[in-house]
Nanobody, 126 residues
């Protein structure tokens, strides 16, 4: 049984940094590209970033590039997302998801993901 579990969210002040984690079990983590998505209140879920199986290639939603850093540790079956200079508009539930592919081609298509976590809430106060 595949389990995907996000952690690291919380209430933070604008301007601070936060690192989210996503631990995966039950599948070959090192063969899966991984991605982060987020959903703000009243909005559709949107892509944040994708990383290929070995971490050599990373992709970001264009408006978020620069403050977000995706990484992974295949030895720990864990995906990370560091967010710097947090803004109130970053308030959302952050989800990680696994891909059947090793790469991030067309990564914004959400139906390409096999397994999703329950999400971790990030709230940024001004």
């Amino acid at each position: 049984q595949v389990q995907v579990m996000e952690s690291g969210g919380g209430l933070v002040q604008a301007g601070e940094s936060l690192t989210l984690s996503c631990t995966v079990s039950g599948l070959a983590f090192d063969l899966s590209a991984m991605a982060w998505f987020r959903q703000a209140p009243g909005k559709e879920r949107e892509g944040v970033s994708c990383i290929n199986r070995n971490g050599e290639n990373t992709y970001y939603e264009y408006s978020l590039e620069g403050r977000f850093t995706i990484s992974r540790d295949n030895a720990k079956n864990t995906l990370y997302l560091r967010i710097d200079s947090l803004k109130p508009e970053d308030t959302a539930t952050y989800y990680c998801a696994t891909r059947a592919q090793t790469h991030c081609e067309r990564w914004l298509l959400q139906n390409a993901y096999q397994h999703w976590g329950q999400g971790t809430q990030v709230t940024v106060s001004s």
